[in-house]
């Protein structure tokens, strides 16, 4: 008990008080490494992170889609309480849903009516791990539709970087002009994504352009009113 069952470099002093023999060192290793008491209960100090991947870059606008839900937030006028979120990988375009719940079956509808049937079916869709995105009934939709359904590690929201900087985008934008109550929050959805779409991204171009293949028509003396 006195030998505290310590690691490799302090059972070696220890011993080395009162002992030497050829292969001393390989044994002390050897023994400390097979000691199962220390293996149950000693955590590591280094923890073992997995390799880094980079997210593939697609040919195309809305081959893969990156989606997170916003909320709840302030109930607005009509019981919508969240927000879907849905951005093209490729050409950074975004589109947002307001939603009275988070059910699978309200996800699934506004994806395939507003999402799928408008710019077609994706090949890959990117989120979080929240239940109303992976779940059950959601698997079945991405299987029928044969989407491959990928998910960011827990707690590491940079995986699905791209659609949390425009859910932080977004509410800023909504929140310049919502009304004291915040009833009507979901009126300015529309005004948020057009400046969003309308504007230069990190890809030196506009999400409309590379969707559309032209830029948004904006009267010159609204292009700059705040």
Request: glycine residues 4%; positive net charge.
């Amino acid at each position: 008990m006195t030998s505290g069952h310590f690691g490799i470099r302090k059972s070696g002093a220890r011993l080395a008080e009162f002992y030497w023999w050829p292969t001393m060192s390989k044994d002390i290793v050897r023994y400390c490494n097979a000691c199962l008491t220390c293996a149950y209960r000693k955590l590591p100090n280094k923890y073992i992170k997995a390799k880094l991947r980079p997210i593939t870059t697609t040919p195309e606008p809305f081959r893969w889609l990156v989606m997170d839900m916003v909320g709840p937030i302030a109930t607005s006028s009509k019981g919508w309480r969240h927000i879907l979120v849905v951005c093209c990988q490729f050409s950074k375009y975004t589109m947002a849903f307001a939603l009275n719940d988070i059910a699978a079956l309200t996800i699934a509808r506004t994806l395939i009516t507003r999402v799928f049937l408008v710019f077609g079916i994706p090949e890959v869709i990117l989120s979080d791990m929240g239940t109303s995105l992976i779940g059950n009934m959601m698997q079945e939709v991405y299987k029928l539709l044969e989407i491959k359904k990928l998910t960011s590690s827990p707690a590491h929201a940079q995986t699905c970087g791209q659609v949390e900087k425009m859910n932080g985008m977004l509410i800023r934008i909504i929140q310049a002009f919502v009304a004291r109550d915040q009833h009507d929050w979901p009126a300015y959805i529309p005004f948020a994504l057009m400046a969003i779409n309308s504007s230069v991204a990190s890809h030196n171009d506009t999400p409309h352009f590379l969707v559309f293949g032209h830029d948004v028509n904006i009267p010159l003396s609204s292009a700059f009113t705040y």
